[in-house]
Protein backbone atom coordinates (compact mmCIF):
# COMPACT_ATOMS: atom_id res chain seq x y z
CA UNK A 1 0.00 0.00 0.00
CA UNK A 2 1.36 3.47 -1.21
CA UNK A 3 1.81 6.10 1.38
CA UNK A 4 -1.25 7.85 -0.43
CA UNK A 5 -3.29 5.34 -0.15
CA UNK A 6 -2.96 4.72 3.63
CA UNK A 7 -3.39 8.35 4.16
CA UNK A 8 -6.95 8.29 2.09
CA UNK A 9 -8.19 5.34 4.10
CA UNK A 10 -7.30 6.80 6.98
CA UNK A 11 -9.04 10.12 6.45
CA UNK A 12 -12.06 8.17 4.94
CA UNK A 13 -11.93 6.68 8.97
CA UNK A 14 -11.65 9.75 10.75
CA UNK A 15 -14.44 11.65 8.54
CA UNK A 16 -16.81 8.70 8.97
CA UNK A 17 -16.22 7.95 12.79
CA UNK A 18 -16.03 11.87 13.25
CA UNK A 19 -18.96 12.91 10.93
CA UNK A 20 -20.63 11.05 9.17
CA UNK A 21 -21.76 8.01 12.22
CA UNK A 22 -24.25 6.92 10.25
CA UNK A 23 -22.86 6.36 6.90
CA UNK A 24 -22.87 3.64 4.78
CA UNK A 25 -19.02 3.94 4.44
CA UNK A 26 -19.37 2.56 1.29
CA UNK A 27 -20.59 5.92 -0.05
CA UNK A 28 -17.56 7.88 1.07
CA UNK A 29 -15.03 7.05 -2.24
CA UNK A 30 -11.63 8.77 -2.56
CA UNK A 31 -13.73 11.45 -4.83
CA UNK A 32 -16.21 12.73 -3.09
CA UNK A 33 -16.70 15.61 -2.68
CA UNK A 34 -16.86 16.77 1.00
CA UNK A 35 -16.70 21.06 1.21
CA UNK A 36 -17.87 21.99 -1.81
CA UNK A 37 -20.97 20.13 -1.86
CA UNK A 38 -21.86 20.77 2.34
CA UNK A 39 -20.68 17.33 3.68
CA UNK A 40 -18.04 19.29 5.78
CA UNK A 41 -19.01 22.53 7.33
CA UNK A 42 -16.65 25.56 8.21
CA UNK A 43 -16.74 24.34 11.80
CA UNK A 44 -16.17 20.22 10.50
CA UNK A 45 -13.05 21.60 8.14
CA UNK A 46 -11.24 23.34 10.74
CA UNK A 47 -11.94 20.07 13.03
CA UNK A 48 -10.15 18.30 9.94
CA UNK A 49 -7.69 20.73 9.01
CA UNK A 50 -6.65 20.37 13.28
CA UNK A 51 -6.58 16.55 12.50
CA UNK A 52 -4.69 16.47 10.03
CA UNK A 53 -1.81 18.86 11.26
CA UNK A 54 -1.68 16.73 14.64
CA UNK A 55 -1.91 12.94 12.90
CA UNK A 56 0.79 14.21 10.08
CA UNK A 57 3.00 16.41 12.18
CA UNK A 58 2.01 18.99 9.21
CA UNK A 59 1.25 22.61 8.94
CA UNK A 60 -1.38 23.60 6.77
CA UNK A 61 -1.48 27.43 5.33
CA UNK A 62 -5.01 29.29 5.89
CA UNK A 63 -5.29 29.33 2.35
CA UNK A 64 -5.31 25.73 2.37
CA UNK A 65 -8.51 25.64 4.17
CA UNK A 66 -10.65 25.12 1.27
CA UNK A 67 -12.50 22.97 -1.56
CA UNK A 68 -9.25 23.86 -4.00
CA UNK A 69 -7.62 21.91 -1.27
CA UNK A 70 -9.44 19.69 0.66
CA UNK A 71 -12.69 18.95 -1.28
CA UNK A 72 -12.16 15.36 -1.84
CA UNK A 73 -10.67 12.45 0.43
CA UNK A 74 -8.18 11.91 -2.29
CA UNK A 75 -7.52 15.74 -2.89
CA UNK A 76 -6.77 15.82 1.28
CA UNK A 77 -4.19 13.09 0.91
CA UNK A 78 -2.64 14.87 -2.01
CA UNK A 79 -2.59 18.15 -0.03
CA UNK A 80 -1.04 16.55 3.00
CA UNK A 81 1.84 14.31 1.38
CA UNK A 82 2.69 17.70 -0.19
CA UNK A 83 3.70 19.25 2.99
CA UNK A 84 5.31 16.36 4.22
CA UNK A 85 7.70 16.04 1.76
CA UNK A 86 10.75 18.25 2.05
CA UNK A 87 10.95 21.15 0.31
CA UNK A 88 7.19 20.86 -0.32
CA UNK A 89 6.32 24.70 0.97
CA UNK A 90 5.62 22.88 4.53
CA UNK A 91 7.29 24.17 8.00
CA UNK B 1 -28.31 64.63 13.44
CA UNK B 2 -28.25 62.77 10.14
CA UNK B 3 -31.57 61.76 8.77
CA UNK B 4 -29.93 58.83 6.49
CA UNK B 5 -27.45 56.46 6.29
CA UNK B 6 -24.98 58.00 3.43
CA UNK B 7 -25.01 61.13 5.84
CA UNK B 8 -22.40 59.37 7.75
CA UNK B 9 -20.20 58.87 4.69
CA UNK B 10 -21.00 62.49 3.57
CA UNK B 11 -20.03 63.62 7.47
CA UNK B 12 -16.81 62.08 7.72
CA UNK B 13 -15.71 61.91 4.10
CA UNK B 14 -15.60 65.83 4.70
CA UNK B 15 -14.46 66.28 7.99
CA UNK B 16 -11.61 63.24 7.17
CA UNK B 17 -11.49 62.84 3.57
CA UNK B 18 -7.66 61.73 3.38
CA UNK B 19 -8.21 58.97 6.56
CA UNK B 20 -8.69 55.45 5.68
CA UNK B 21 -12.53 54.28 5.56
CA UNK B 22 -12.28 50.52 4.82
CA UNK B 23 -9.52 47.90 3.94
CA UNK B 24 -9.61 44.36 3.35
CA UNK B 25 -8.43 42.32 6.49
CA UNK B 26 -4.92 41.57 4.27
CA UNK B 27 -4.35 45.59 4.11
CA UNK B 28 -4.14 44.99 0.72
CA UNK B 29 -6.99 47.17 -0.45
CA UNK B 30 -7.96 49.97 0.96
CA UNK B 31 -9.89 53.49 0.36
CA UNK B 32 -9.61 56.32 1.91
CA UNK B 33 -12.94 58.45 2.90
CA UNK B 34 -12.63 60.90 -0.16
CA UNK B 35 -11.86 57.71 -2.08
CA UNK B 36 -15.20 55.57 -0.83
CA UNK B 37 -17.45 58.39 -1.42
CA UNK B 38 -15.97 58.96 -5.13
CA UNK B 39 -16.40 55.30 -5.47
CA UNK B 40 -20.02 54.84 -4.07
CA UNK B 41 -21.05 58.54 -6.21
CA UNK B 42 -20.03 56.70 -9.26
CA UNK B 43 -22.43 53.93 -8.87
CA UNK B 44 -25.09 56.10 -7.52
CA UNK B 45 -24.51 57.91 -11.03
CA UNK B 46 -24.61 54.97 -13.41
CA UNK B 47 -27.94 54.23 -11.62
CA UNK B 48 -29.06 57.57 -12.43
CA UNK B 49 -28.78 57.29 -15.94
CA UNK B 50 -30.78 54.44 -16.64
CA UNK B 51 -33.18 56.24 -14.49
CA UNK B 52 -33.25 54.10 -11.26
CA UNK B 53 -32.92 55.63 -7.80
CA UNK B 54 -35.37 56.69 -5.31
CA UNK B 55 -38.18 54.56 -4.41
CA UNK B 56 -36.29 51.81 -6.20
CA UNK B 57 -34.68 48.50 -4.19
CA UNK B 58 -31.28 47.11 -5.78
CA UNK B 59 -30.07 43.64 -4.96
CA UNK B 60 -26.27 43.82 -4.06
CA UNK B 61 -24.75 40.09 -5.14
CA UNK B 62 -20.74 40.34 -4.72
CA UNK B 63 -17.91 39.18 -2.18
CA UNK B 64 -17.02 40.96 0.35
CA UNK B 65 -14.99 43.84 -0.86
CA UNK B 66 -14.44 47.62 -0.76
CA UNK B 67 -16.27 47.75 -3.67
CA UNK B 68 -19.20 46.06 -2.84
CA UNK B 69 -19.11 48.44 0.35
CA UNK B 70 -19.12 50.85 -2.25
CA UNK B 71 -21.68 49.26 -4.03
CA UNK B 72 -23.83 49.43 -0.73
CA UNK B 73 -23.39 53.06 -0.08
CA UNK B 74 -23.84 53.89 -3.58
CA UNK B 75 -27.27 52.56 -3.81
CA UNK B 76 -28.42 54.88 -0.67
CA UNK B 77 -26.99 58.26 -1.93
CA UNK B 78 -29.43 57.00 -4.77
CA UNK B 79 -32.12 57.25 -2.34
CA UNK B 80 -32.79 53.41 -3.39
CA UNK B 81 -32.49 50.54 -0.73
CA UNK B 82 -30.31 47.79 -0.93
CA UNK B 83 -31.13 44.20 -1.21
CA UNK B 84 -27.82 42.13 0.07
CA UNK B 85 -27.48 38.77 -1.81
CA UNK B 86 -25.79 36.33 -0.38
CA UNK B 87 -22.99 35.37 -2.99
CA UNK B 88 -21.87 31.72 -1.00
CA UNK B 89 -25.48 30.69 -0.96
CA UNK B 90 -27.30 28.28 -3.87
CA UNK B 91 -27.67 30.71 -6.72
CA UNK B 92 -31.98 29.62 -6.64
CA UNK B 93 -31.69 31.41 -3.30
CA UNK B 94 -30.62 34.47 -4.15
CA UNK B 95 -32.78 34.21 -7.62
CA UNK B 96 -35.75 33.95 -5.91
CA UNK B 97 -34.65 37.21 -2.99
CA UNK B 98 -33.92 39.26 -6.24
CA UNK B 99 -37.47 38.47 -7.60
CA UNK B 100 -39.50 38.44 -4.57
CA UNK B 101 -38.45 41.73 -3.94
CA UNK B 102 -38.62 43.28 -7.63
CA UNK B 103 -35.31 45.04 -7.85
CA UNK B 104 -35.01 47.72 -10.18
CA UNK B 105 -31.22 46.38 -11.08
CA UNK B 106 -28.85 44.56 -9.10
CA UNK B 107 -25.15 45.19 -8.58
CA UNK B 108 -23.54 41.68 -9.56
CA UNK B 109 -20.07 39.45 -9.52
CA UNK B 110 -19.79 38.87 -13.42
CA UNK B 111 -18.73 34.85 -12.37
CA UNK B 112 -21.93 34.94 -10.39
CA UNK B 113 -24.29 36.55 -13.18
CA UNK B 114 -24.68 33.21 -14.96
CA UNK B 115 -26.42 31.18 -12.01
CA UNK B 116 -29.12 33.85 -11.19
CA UNK B 117 -29.93 33.99 -14.62
CA UNK B 118 -30.51 30.42 -15.01
CA UNK B 119 -32.49 30.40 -11.83
CA UNK B 120 -34.81 33.37 -11.64
CA UNK B 121 -37.44 34.47 -13.76
CA UNK B 122 -36.18 38.17 -14.92
CA UNK B 123 -33.51 38.17 -17.44
CA UNK B 124 -30.98 40.61 -15.72
CA UNK B 125 -30.08 41.61 -19.00
CA UNK B 126 -26.94 43.51 -18.85
CA UNK B 127 -26.98 47.56 -18.42
CA UNK B 128 -23.07 48.53 -18.16
CA UNK B 129 -20.19 47.60 -15.97
CA UNK B 130 -19.71 48.76 -12.88
CA UNK B 131 -15.94 48.20 -11.88
CA UNK B 132 -12.95 46.00 -12.30
CA UNK B 133 -12.71 45.03 -8.92
CA UNK B 134 -8.76 43.95 -7.92
CA UNK B 135 -8.13 40.67 -8.05
CA UNK B 136 -10.30 40.68 -11.34
CA UNK B 137 -13.45 40.14 -10.29
CA UNK B 138 -15.70 42.26 -12.30
CA UNK B 139 -18.84 43.70 -10.96
CA UNK B 140 -21.78 44.45 -13.31
CA UNK B 141 -24.76 46.32 -12.88
CA UNK B 142 -27.94 44.54 -14.48
CA UNK B 143 -31.39 45.26 -14.98
CA UNK B 144 -33.94 43.39 -12.32
CA UNK B 145 -37.70 42.25 -12.37
CA UNK B 146 -38.86 45.99 -11.12
CA UNK B 147 -41.27 46.43 -9.38
CA UNK B 148 -43.33 49.12 -7.47
CA UNK B 149 -41.24 52.39 -5.94
CA UNK B 150 -41.71 52.17 -2.45
CA UNK B 151 -43.33 55.07 -0.90
CA UNK B 152 -41.22 57.12 1.59
CA UNK B 153 -43.53 56.77 4.93
CA UNK B 154 -42.69 58.44 7.76
CA UNK B 155 -38.44 57.69 6.70
CA UNK B 156 -37.21 56.20 3.56
CA UNK B 157 -36.38 52.25 3.04
CA UNK B 158 -32.79 51.43 3.44
CA UNK B 159 -32.20 47.84 3.11
CA UNK B 160 -34.39 44.74 3.05
CA UNK B 161 -32.66 41.38 5.23
CA UNK B 162 -33.81 38.05 3.48
CA UNK B 163 -33.89 35.69 7.00
CA UNK B 164 -35.03 32.13 6.93
CA UNK B 165 -38.69 31.64 6.65
CA UNK B 166 -41.11 28.78 8.27
CA UNK B 167 -43.46 28.67 5.02
CA UNK B 168 -40.09 27.13 3.28
CA UNK B 169 -39.06 30.70 1.47
CA UNK B 170 -36.93 33.57 3.26
CA UNK B 171 -38.77 36.55 3.47
CA UNK B 172 -37.12 40.23 3.75
CA UNK B 173 -36.85 42.52 6.79
CA UNK B 174 -37.34 46.00 6.21
CA UNK B 175 -36.03 48.57 7.52
CA UNK B 176 -35.86 52.51 7.17
CA UNK B 177 -32.97 54.96 7.37
CA UNK B 178 -34.83 55.94 10.72
CA UNK B 179 -34.47 52.36 12.16
CA UNK B 180 -30.93 51.93 11.44
CA UNK B 181 -30.13 55.34 12.42
CA UNK B 182 -31.49 54.75 15.96
CA UNK B 183 -29.53 51.98 16.31
CA UNK B 184 -26.65 53.03 15.41
CA UNK B 185 -26.44 56.53 17.12
CA UNK B 186 -27.27 54.60 20.93
CA UNK B 187 -24.54 52.46 19.83
CA UNK B 188 -22.67 56.25 19.78
CA UNK B 189 -24.06 57.01 22.88
CA UNK B 190 -23.77 53.59 24.66
CA UNK B 191 -20.23 52.38 23.61
CA UNK B 192 -17.29 54.73 23.77
CA UNK B 193 -15.98 54.96 20.09
CA UNK B 194 -13.71 57.29 17.98
CA UNK B 195 -12.07 58.24 14.69
CA UNK B 196 -9.56 56.24 16.06
CA UNK B 197 -10.93 52.70 15.82
CA UNK B 198 -10.77 50.13 13.46
CA UNK B 199 -14.21 48.10 13.77
CA UNK B 200 -14.39 44.94 12.45
CA UNK B 201 -16.43 43.57 9.93
CA UNK B 202 -16.87 39.83 9.88
CA UNK B 203 -20.93 39.07 9.33
CA UNK B 204 -21.34 39.21 5.76
CA UNK B 205 -23.55 42.46 4.84
CA UNK B 206 -27.19 40.00 4.64
CA UNK B 207 -26.29 39.02 8.02
CA UNK B 208 -27.85 42.38 10.21
CA UNK B 209 -24.73 42.54 12.88
CA UNK B 210 -22.96 44.22 9.64
CA UNK B 211 -24.98 47.04 10.38
CA UNK B 212 -23.22 47.93 13.47
CA UNK B 213 -19.87 47.37 11.26
CA UNK B 214 -20.45 49.80 8.57
CA UNK B 215 -22.63 52.01 10.00
CA UNK B 216 -21.03 52.80 13.41
CA UNK B 217 -17.93 52.83 12.28
CA UNK B 218 -19.06 55.31 9.34
CA UNK B 219 -20.23 58.10 12.20
CA UNK B 220 -17.32 57.76 13.76
CA UNK B 221 -14.49 58.04 11.02
CA UNK B 222 -12.94 54.95 11.94
CA UNK B 223 -11.73 52.14 9.82
CA UNK B 224 -13.88 49.30 8.62
CA UNK B 225 -11.39 46.57 8.41
CA UNK B 226 -13.36 43.56 5.84
CA UNK B 227 -12.91 39.63 6.64
CA UNK B 228 -14.21 38.10 3.60
CA UNK B 229 -15.85 35.33 2.74
CA UNK B 230 -12.53 32.94 2.99
CA UNK B 231 -10.79 34.44 6.14
CA UNK B 232 -14.03 34.76 7.93
CA UNK B 233 -13.78 30.81 8.04
CA UNK B 234 -9.81 30.43 9.06
CA UNK B 235 -9.54 30.89 12.74
CA UNK B 236 -5.77 30.99 12.77
CA UNK B 237 -6.05 33.49 9.67
CA UNK B 238 -8.71 35.76 11.45
CA UNK B 239 -6.58 35.94 14.65
CA UNK B 240 -3.79 37.09 13.03
CA UNK B 241 -5.78 39.81 11.17
CA UNK B 242 -7.08 40.94 14.18
CA UNK B 243 -3.82 41.73 15.87
CA UNK B 244 -1.98 42.54 13.18
CA UNK B 245 -4.38 45.35 11.75
CA UNK B 246 -5.14 46.47 15.06
CA UNK B 247 -8.82 45.92 15.35
CA UNK B 248 -9.74 47.79 18.56
CA UNK B 249 -13.64 46.91 18.24
CA UNK B 250 -15.02 42.88 17.04
CA UNK B 251 -18.39 42.18 16.50
CA UNK B 252 -19.49 38.75 15.66
CA UNK B 253 -21.27 35.98 16.60
CA UNK B 254 -20.31 33.39 19.74
CA UNK B 255 -19.36 30.70 16.95
CA UNK B 256 -16.99 32.31 15.34
CA UNK B 257 -15.36 33.70 18.57
CA UNK B 258 -15.41 30.43 19.77
CA UNK B 259 -13.50 28.43 16.81
CA UNK B 260 -10.93 31.43 17.28
CA UNK B 261 -10.62 30.49 21.43
CA UNK B 262 -9.54 26.95 20.28
CA UNK B 263 -8.14 27.09 16.79
CA UNK B 264 -6.68 30.61 16.65
CA UNK B 265 -3.80 30.25 18.61
CA UNK B 266 -4.70 33.97 20.55
CA UNK B 267 -1.37 33.51 22.77
CA UNK B 268 0.61 33.98 20.01
CA UNK B 269 -0.19 37.52 19.46
CA UNK B 270 -0.12 40.98 21.35
CA UNK B 271 -4.08 42.64 21.74
CA UNK B 272 -2.89 45.31 23.28
CA UNK B 273 -5.32 47.17 20.53
CA UNK B 274 -8.54 45.30 21.07
CA UNK B 275 -10.62 47.05 23.48
CA UNK B 276 -14.51 46.32 22.98
CA UNK B 277 -15.77 42.94 21.85
CA UNK B 278 -19.53 42.50 21.19
CA UNK B 279 -21.30 39.15 20.31
CA UNK B 280 -24.50 38.17 19.34
CA UNK B 281 -26.92 35.99 17.14
CA UNK B 282 -26.78 33.20 19.99
CA UNK B 283 -26.40 32.19 23.20
CA UNK B 284 -22.82 31.91 24.79
CA UNK B 285 -21.86 29.04 26.48
CA UNK B 286 -20.27 30.30 29.35
CA UNK B 287 -17.32 27.60 29.43
CA UNK B 288 -16.37 28.90 25.86
CA UNK B 289 -17.22 32.81 26.75
CA UNK B 290 -14.74 32.20 30.16
CA UNK B 291 -12.06 30.69 27.79
CA UNK B 292 -12.26 33.78 25.45
CA UNK B 293 -11.54 36.49 28.41
CA UNK B 294 -8.88 33.95 29.61
CA UNK B 295 -7.23 34.73 26.24
CA UNK B 296 -8.05 38.05 26.03
CA UNK B 297 -8.56 40.10 29.16
CA UNK B 298 -7.96 43.48 28.39
CA UNK B 299 -11.47 44.29 26.24
CA UNK B 300 -14.94 45.15 27.31
CA UNK B 301 -17.61 43.06 26.52
CA UNK B 302 -20.87 43.17 25.70
CA UNK B 303 -24.00 40.07 24.65
CA UNK B 304 -25.93 42.11 21.99
CA UNK B 305 -29.55 40.97 21.47
CA UNK B 306 -32.25 41.62 19.11
CA UNK B 307 -34.03 39.86 15.99
CA UNK B 308 -33.39 40.95 12.33
CA UNK B 309 -36.31 43.15 12.65
CA UNK B 310 -35.27 45.13 15.59
CA UNK B 311 -31.36 45.87 15.50
CA UNK B 312 -30.18 45.06 18.58
CA UNK B 313 -33.16 45.72 21.22
CA UNK B 314 -31.21 44.71 24.18
CA UNK B 315 -27.64 44.51 25.95
CA UNK B 316 -25.70 42.92 28.70
CA UNK B 317 -22.32 43.97 29.48
CA UNK B 318 -20.15 41.06 30.85
CA UNK B 319 -18.55 41.36 34.24
CA UNK B 320 -14.88 41.56 34.84
CA UNK B 321 -15.09 38.73 36.63
CA UNK B 322 -16.76 35.31 35.23
CA UNK B 323 -17.33 33.13 38.57
CA UNK B 324 -15.76 30.00 38.23
CA UNK B 325 -18.92 27.64 39.26
CA UNK B 326 -20.98 29.65 37.18
CA UNK B 327 -22.55 27.49 33.97
CA UNK B 328 -25.99 29.24 33.27
CA UNK B 329 -25.69 31.74 30.49
CA UNK B 330 -25.15 35.24 30.81
CA UNK B 331 -28.24 37.20 30.63
CA UNK B 332 -29.29 39.13 27.41
CA UNK B 333 -29.96 42.55 29.70
CA UNK B 334 -31.67 45.50 30.02
CA UNK B 335 -33.67 46.78 26.72
CA UNK B 336 -31.94 49.65 25.23
CA UNK B 337 -32.75 53.15 26.10
CA UNK B 338 -34.12 53.76 22.72
CA UNK B 339 -36.35 50.85 22.56
CA UNK B 340 -39.35 49.75 25.38
CA UNK B 341 -39.56 45.99 26.74
CA UNK B 342 -42.97 44.37 27.44
CA UNK B 343 -43.02 40.66 28.76
CA UNK B 344 -46.07 38.94 28.02
CA UNK B 345 -48.42 35.84 28.57
CA UNK B 346 -50.20 33.79 25.42
CA UNK B 347 -52.76 36.67 25.71
CA UNK B 348 -50.70 39.76 25.53
CA UNK B 349 -51.06 40.70 29.04
CA UNK B 350 -47.86 41.74 30.97
CA UNK B 351 -46.73 38.70 33.09
CA UNK B 352 -45.73 39.55 36.84
CA UNK B 353 -41.87 40.34 36.95
CA UNK B 354 -40.16 37.22 37.41
CA UNK B 355 -42.45 35.32 35.29
CA UNK B 356 -42.14 33.66 31.76
CA UNK B 357 -43.30 35.57 29.23
CA UNK B 358 -42.83 36.15 25.26
CA UNK B 359 -40.62 39.49 25.02
CA UNK B 360 -42.65 42.42 23.00
CA UNK B 361 -40.08 45.25 21.99
CA UNK B 362 -41.50 48.42 20.59
CA UNK B 363 -39.76 51.72 19.66
CA UNK B 364 -37.13 53.81 17.21
CA UNK B 365 -35.35 50.50 15.95
CA UNK B 366 -37.91 48.01 14.50
CA UNK B 367 -38.31 47.31 11.30
CA UNK B 368 -41.37 48.75 9.46
CA UNK B 369 -42.46 45.04 7.85
CA UNK B 370 -41.56 41.81 6.03
CA UNK B 371 -41.53 42.84 2.20
CA UNK B 372 -44.77 42.55 0.26
CA UNK B 373 -46.42 40.15 3.11
CA UNK B 374 -48.58 42.58 4.48
CA UNK B 375 -50.30 39.33 6.46
CA UNK B 376 -47.19 38.49 7.86
CA UNK B 377 -47.01 41.75 9.22
CA UNK B 378 -49.76 42.23 10.89
CA UNK B 379 -48.78 38.75 12.94
CA UNK B 380 -45.78 40.11 13.85
CA UNK B 381 -46.62 43.08 15.74
CA UNK B 382 -49.38 43.59 18.57
CA UNK B 383 -50.52 46.93 18.13
CA UNK B 384 -51.73 47.84 22.65
CA UNK B 385 -54.84 50.38 23.07
CA UNK B 386 -52.68 53.51 22.81
CA UNK B 387 -51.58 52.23 19.03
CA UNK B 388 -47.96 51.43 19.67
CA UNK B 389 -46.79 48.92 17.69
CA UNK B 390 -45.03 46.14 19.20
CA UNK B 391 -42.95 43.75 17.58
CA UNK B 392 -43.77 40.03 18.86
CA UNK B 393 -39.93 38.47 19.32
CA UNK B 394 -41.22 34.74 19.56
CA UNK B 395 -38.03 34.65 22.45
CA UNK B 396 -39.41 33.42 25.62
CA UNK B 397 -38.03 35.28 28.72
CA UNK B 398 -37.72 36.33 32.19
CA UNK B 399 -36.75 39.33 34.15
CA UNK B 400 -34.04 38.29 37.01
CA UNK B 401 -34.21 39.70 40.76
CA UNK B 402 -31.37 42.39 39.30
CA UNK B 403 -33.56 43.38 36.40
CA UNK B 404 -31.98 41.80 33.32
CA UNK B 405 -34.05 39.71 30.91
CA UNK B 406 -32.82 36.18 30.74
CA UNK B 407 -33.63 34.29 27.72
CA UNK B 408 -35.49 30.89 28.02
CA UNK B 409 -36.17 29.64 24.90
CA UNK B 410 -38.64 29.91 21.94
CA UNK B 411 -42.28 29.91 20.94
CA UNK B 412 -41.96 28.37 17.44
CA UNK B 413 -39.83 26.50 15.75
CA UNK B 414 -37.26 28.78 14.52
CA UNK B 415 -33.64 28.15 16.14
CA UNK B 416 -30.02 30.26 16.01
CA UNK B 417 -27.33 28.15 14.62
CA UNK B 418 -24.02 29.59 14.26
CA UNK B 419 -25.60 33.30 14.63
CA UNK B 420 -28.07 31.98 11.82
CA UNK B 421 -31.94 32.23 11.97
CA UNK B 422 -32.95 28.84 11.13
CA UNK B 423 -36.67 27.88 10.36
CA UNK B 424 -37.01 24.06 10.74
CA UNK B 425 -39.58 24.05 8.37
CA UNK B 426 -37.67 25.85 5.70
CA UNK B 427 -35.14 22.65 5.79
CA UNK B 428 -38.49 20.44 5.88
CA UNK B 429 -39.39 22.19 2.65
CA UNK B 430 -36.24 21.71 0.81
CA UNK B 431 -36.15 18.18 2.22
CA UNK B 432 -39.48 17.34 0.54
CA UNK B 433 -38.32 18.80 -3.05
CA UNK B 434 -35.87 15.76 -3.21
CA UNK B 435 -37.80 13.18 -5.36
CA UNK B 436 -36.57 10.36 -3.10
CA UNK B 437 -38.35 11.61 -0.26
CA UNK B 438 -41.49 10.94 0.91
CA UNK B 439 -41.58 12.56 4.68
CA UNK B 440 -39.22 15.10 6.36
CA UNK B 441 -38.94 15.85 9.76
CA UNK B 442 -36.60 18.40 11.30
CA UNK B 443 -35.75 18.90 14.96
CA UNK B 444 -32.98 21.05 17.04
CA UNK B 445 -31.22 19.31 19.34
CA UNK B 446 -29.02 21.08 22.30
CA UNK B 447 -25.80 20.44 22.98
CA UNK B 448 -22.40 21.95 24.23
CA UNK B 449 -21.87 24.16 21.35
CA UNK B 450 -25.50 25.57 20.66
CA UNK B 451 -27.68 23.17 18.75
CA UNK B 452 -27.58 20.44 16.47
CA UNK B 453 -29.71 20.02 13.31
CA UNK B 454 -31.20 16.66 13.19
CA UNK B 455 -33.10 15.41 10.41
CA UNK B 456 -35.36 12.39 10.30
CA UNK B 457 -36.51 10.70 6.82
CA UNK B 458 -38.37 8.49 5.08
CA UNK B 459 -37.33 7.54 1.39
CA UNK B 460 -39.80 5.50 -1.00
CA UNK B 461 -38.00 2.72 -1.11
CA UNK B 462 -37.65 2.42 3.00
CA UNK B 463 -34.26 1.94 2.78
CA UNK B 464 -31.16 3.73 4.48
CA UNK B 465 -30.23 6.55 1.89
CA UNK B 466 -26.83 7.96 2.06
CA UNK B 467 -25.96 10.87 4.13
CA UNK B 468 -23.56 12.26 1.84
CA UNK B 469 -26.59 12.67 -0.74
CA UNK B 470 -28.90 13.78 1.39
CA UNK B 471 -26.26 16.94 2.26
CA UNK B 472 -25.02 17.50 -1.04
CA UNK B 473 -28.74 17.69 -2.37
CA UNK B 474 -29.49 20.60 0.71
CA UNK B 475 -26.58 22.43 -0.80
CA UNK B 476 -27.92 23.39 -3.94
CA UNK B 477 -31.69 23.79 -2.01
CA UNK B 478 -29.82 25.68 1.23
CA UNK B 479 -27.34 28.23 2.84
CA UNK B 480 -24.43 25.94 4.24
CA UNK B 481 -25.34 26.88 7.53
CA UNK B 482 -28.99 25.26 7.26
CA UNK B 483 -27.68 22.26 6.01
CA UNK B 484 -28.45 19.20 8.93
CA UNK B 485 -25.88 18.42 10.88
CA UNK B 486 -27.23 14.58 10.86
CA UNK B 487 -29.45 12.42 8.76
CA UNK B 488 -31.75 9.83 10.38
CA UNK B 489 -33.59 7.31 7.96
CA UNK B 490 -36.77 5.39 8.75
CA UNK B 491 -39.26 3.27 7.42
CA UNK B 492 -41.84 5.89 7.70
CA UNK B 493 -42.08 8.61 10.61
CA UNK B 494 -43.85 8.21 14.09
CA UNK B 495 -47.36 10.17 14.17
CA UNK B 496 -49.15 11.43 16.70
CA UNK B 497 -52.70 10.30 17.59
CA UNK B 498 -53.98 13.10 15.01
CA UNK B 499 -51.85 11.58 12.38
CA UNK B 500 -49.08 14.57 12.62
CA UNK B 501 -45.51 13.46 12.35
CA UNK B 502 -44.82 13.12 16.62
CA UNK B 503 -41.56 15.81 16.90
CA UNK B 504 -41.57 14.42 20.57
CA UNK B 505 -40.66 11.06 20.03
CA UNK B 506 -38.53 12.03 17.27
CA UNK B 507 -36.74 14.37 20.13
CA UNK B 508 -36.52 11.24 22.41
CA UNK B 509 -35.55 8.95 19.85
CA UNK B 510 -32.44 11.36 18.82
CA UNK B 511 -29.92 11.21 21.26
Redesign the interface.
Known amino acids: MSDRERIVGEVKGYLLEEFLPEEDPGSLTDDTSLVSSGVLDSIALVKLVAHLEETYGVELEAHEMSADYLDTPAMIAETVEQRKEPGGGGG | MSERLDELLAGSAERWPERPAVSSADGEERLTYHELERSAASLRDALARHGIGTGDRIAVCAPKSPASLAAVLGILQAGAAYVPVDPTAPAARGAYVIDDCGVAAAVVAADLLAGLRESGSSGLEGLEPWREAPGGRAIEIVRGPGGEKAGAGESPLAYVLYTSGSTGRPKGVVHTHASALSFVHWCAETFNLSEADRFSSHAPFHFDLSIFDLYVSLLHGGEIVLFGE ?2 S ?5 MAAAIAERGISVWYSTP ?1 VLR ?1 MVE ?1 GQLEAYDWAALRLVLFAGEVFPVKHLRALVEAWPAPRYFNLYGPTETNVCTYFEVPEEIPADRQNPFPIGRVCENDLGRVVDEHGHPVAPGEEGELLIAGGTVMRGYWNLPERTAGAFHVDEEGTRWYRTGDLVRETPGGDLLFVGRRDRMVKR ?1 GYRVELGEIESALYRHPEVVEAAVIAVPDEDGVRIEAFVSRTDGE ?1 G ?4 M ?2 F ?2 KELP ?2 M ?1 PD ?3 FRPSLPKTSTDKIDYQALAGGAA
Open positions: EIKQPTASLFRKSIIQKTCSLYIRFH
